[in-house]
């Protein structure tokens, strides 16, 4: 089955911790986004990638780092630097080719602050 | 102002019912538009997307878009319990999912 995985599903981050969401994909598709849901607001971009090795800064990258050394794979790293990082994350991806590119989500992780 | 509004609800409905989501907007360049549903502590999937103004139908579901109001909408006929869930419009000016702006999603729920 093709699908994007997202692990942990819930995960806690103590103060001053960095902690590493993974979302990994068997579409074969170019593109992954990264998106951050809160309560009353819509989902907003974090970072997203094109290709492989190649990433750019969304609307809210501050605080948060990506890698994407394999095309299956794009990691985001909530650093210490991101003073309220509860939410609810969403990875995506597309084939990066399409006029009216059609998002396939992950289920998400819920990240909270202990 | 926001680029894009949507009435949070929740929306609650009895089986049957004919649902309408609405959405409006401030950018008038937006041009591709979409409708997603979001089951509860799921990704959202998408349902609808159009180009510029009119109508498209697919199945139950009708998306309309009025660019001279600068207002959207997502019509569910015949609604069903499994239609329960947020739905989150979304648009754009340009191509490129990394272009989107999506509003903050209506909950609703069908009523069996």
């Known amino acids: 089955d093709g699908g994007i995985t997202q692990s942990p599903k819930y995960l806690f981050r103590k103060e001053g911790q960095n902690v590493t969401l993974s979302c990994e994909q068997n579409?074969?598709?170019?593109?992954m986004y990264w998106y951050r849901q809160d309560p009353g607001q819509g989902l907003r971009l974090i970072y997203y990638?094109?290709?492989?090795?190649?990433?750019q800064k969304g609307d809210i990258a501050e605080g948060y780092s990506v890698s994407r050394e394999k095309k299956e794979s794009f990691p985001l790293t909530v650093t210490s630097a991101q003073k309220n990082p509860t939410a609810f994350y969403l990875c995506?991806?597309?084939?990066?080719?399409?006029?009216?590119?059609?998002?396939?989500f992950g289920s998400g992780t819920q990240l909270s602050v202990l | 102002q926001k680029e894009v509004e949507q009435d949070p609800g929740p929306l609650s409905v009895p089986e049957g019912a004919i649902v309408s989501l609405n959405c409006t907007y401030s950018n008038s360049a937006f041009q591709y538009f979409m409708w997603y549903r979001q089951y509860s502590r799921k990704g959202p999937e998408l349902l609808m997307y159009t180009y510029s103004s009119g109508n498209k139908e697919d199945g139950r579901f009708t998306a309309q878009v009025d660019k001279s109001s600068k207002y959207i909408s997502l019509f569910i006929r015949d609604s069903q319990p499994s239609d329960s869930a947020t739905y989150l419009c979304a648009m754009s000016a340009r191509t490129g999912a990394n272009n989107l702006f999506f509003g903050t999603g209506t909950r609703l729920t069908v009523i069996p």
């Open positions: 995506a991806s597309s084939t990066g080719r399409s006029l009216v590119e059609k998002l396939f």
């Open positions: 579409l074969n598709h170019d593109a």
């Open positions: 990638s094109q290709i492989v090795n190649d990433f």
